[in-house]
């Protein structure tokens, strides 16, 4: 099975229909898309001879090419491996040099930089849309490349909130199983109807582009690739029934925009990467009614791990709704999931330990690393890392990444429950809470806060909401917190920050 074969029978069965949208305006079919996927593959085999399973980049902003891209990747045989296009050259160098990739395809703006760094096994360096891009569509098409379900598709380098970022092998059947869990559990797209591109397309947004070219929907990329909210609410005002993932800093940057667009437009907005906190939540809700969704997954399986539908969001009669709020929601089908102790048994729900997860939906593995592999995929189960606890209803509430964890005086702090109740504060903005060694307690509460609200009434809102241990001991008030291309607040940086500022004061 090759999801190439998505791509090609639409432009067979449907080739009339939109596949492709720049801003406003329709920019291609089906047919249309089909027949540049399949000539770029020739290019790519006969021109450069590239054999099946070589690794070919793709290191752009969000552009509607990339849909062509990536089709004619797997249409050739070959696999994709799509670099965020906000990293310093020197990752992009890391990421090259890792992958092995032959080829990258890039932007103008980003070619100079990539060119830099490039390691000796890139053969090729081609800028989308110029001379090169142009003569690889004058080659001749070629068949779709059989590929099995276990061949690689799409090497993920993860974000890398830890470390050096590492790639999680994708194959055929893994992105085959999300697009579907995607189309089953998350939303119903139907054919026709828009997704619109504002995340990255290296990253969750990208994820489901092969969900929409199934379902014969159109993939819309805004007209200025930016996230800006004016530009997002006109083309959701232009595109009925549009879909559209985001991190939540995202939605929160559209909840408070003071532009407008029509919420009856929009399909479903997905929001999954980072938490969303309730009160964040409640205003989204407030703001585009009953059309939001959460995903939780990671790049090793990824988007599908839970689902938090939009009927329970938009579920306010249901006794429990606030608490189903803060979870992530309950297992997609198509994964096992169970919340287990440190030799990896599972554990009674209602109490905490890391998320594991098994299926197809689950990587292969890493990429050149069999030590990360063996140790994240143990027992056939995936180690997400994260920290959760399921009730008695199926619903997963995520607590922390395991090394987010604050251990004070013996007592487990999870900085997530802290930062839910001082966000409550009208005037914070945005919050990070982390551990500090401390001599008395092992480690100490600290709260870093955006915003200028004073600290006394900080503390009221925690005695009034939580243990009093777990209140912030210190707080530091910042212009901004650490945050990675993706939106995702650092705490290892923002802990190294604070160990600095330890140090010099
Ligand atoms: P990445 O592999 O870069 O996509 O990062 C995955 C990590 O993001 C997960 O391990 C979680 O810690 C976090 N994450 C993903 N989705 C959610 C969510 N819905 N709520 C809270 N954290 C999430």
């Keep these: 099975m090759n999801l190439a074969l998505w791509l090609e029978r639409a432009g067979r069965e449907d080739g009339g229909r939109p596949a492709l949208g720049l801003g406003a305006r329709v920019l291609r079919d089906y047919s249309g898309t089909a027949g540049r996927a399949a000539c770029l593959a020739g290019a790519l085999q006969q021109q450069f001879k590239l054999a099946a399973g070589d690794r070919v980049a793709i290191a752009a902003p969000n552009c509607p090419d990339y849909v062509e891209l990536l089709f004619a990747i797997w249409h050739a045989g070959l696999a994709a491996v799509p670099i965020n296009a906000k990293l310093h050259g020197a990752e992009f160098g890391h990421i090259l040099d890792n992958s092995g990739a032959r080829v990258c395809f890039t932007s103008t703006a980003l070619e100079g930089g990539i060119g830099a760094h490039a390691p000796r096994t890139l053969e090729r360096l081609v800028t989308i849309g110029g001379a090169d891009y142009a003569r690889m569509l004058a080659c001749d098409p070629i068949p779709v490349a059989a590929r099995s379900p276990d061949d690689l598709a799409w ?163 249901h006794p429990r709704w606030l608490e189903r709020l803060a979870s992530a929601g309950r297992a997609f089908t198509c994964v096992d999931v169970k919340v287990a102790d440190a030799d990896d048994s599972g554990l009674p729900q209602g109490e905490a330990g890391e998320i594991l997860c098994r299926g197809d939906v689950v990587m292969a593995g890493y990429w050149q690393n069999p030590e990360a592999s063996a140790a994240t995929l143990k027992g056939g189960w995936l180690h997400t890392g994260d920290i959760g606890a399921f009730d008695a209803d199926g619903y997963l509430t995520l607590k922390d990444r395991s090394k987010d964890l604050i251990i004070s005086g013996g007592s487990n702090i999870y900085p997530r429950e802290v930062e839910e109740v001082l966000l409550k504060h009208p005037k914070v903005r945005e919050v990070s809470v982390i551990g500090r060694p401390d001599r008395e307690w092992g480690e100490a509460v600290v709260a870093y806060v955006v915003g200028e609200a004073p600290q006394a009434e900080l503390d009221t809102l925690c005695l009034g909401a939580i243990a009093r241990f777990k209140r912030p001991k210190h707080y530091v008030f910042v212009d901004a917190l650490p945050k990675n291309n993706y939106g995702k607040i650092l705490k290892t940086e923002l802990r190294a920050l604070d160990e600095s500022r330890r140090t010099a004061g």
């Design 155 to 317: 090497l993920f380098y993860t974000s890398g909130t830890t470390g050096r970022p590492k790639g999680a092998m994708l194959t055929h059947k893994v992105l085959a199983a999300e697009s579907e869990a995607y189309l089953n559990e998350v939303d119903a797209a139907l054919p026709g109807d828009a997704i619109l591109h504002a995340a990255p397309m290296s990253h969750g947004s990208g994820l489901y582009i092969a969900a929409h070219v199934m379902r014969r929907a159109v993939n819309v990329v805004p007209e200025f690739g930016g996230f800006e909210a004016d530009e997002i609410f006109r083309a959701i005002d232009a595109w009925p029934r549009t879909s559209m993932f985001a991190a939540p800093t995202m939605v929160k940057r559209l909840v408070e925009s003071s532009a407008e667009c029509d919420p009856r437009n929009i399909r479903t907005i997905i929001w999954g990467g980072a938490p969303m906190y309730v009160e964040d939540a409640l205003r989204a809700l407030d703001r585009f009614g009953p059309r939001l969704a959460q995903i939780y997954g990671l790049g090793e399986s990824p988007m599908t791990i839970t689902t938090l539908s939009k009927a329970d969001i938009a579920n306010r009669d």
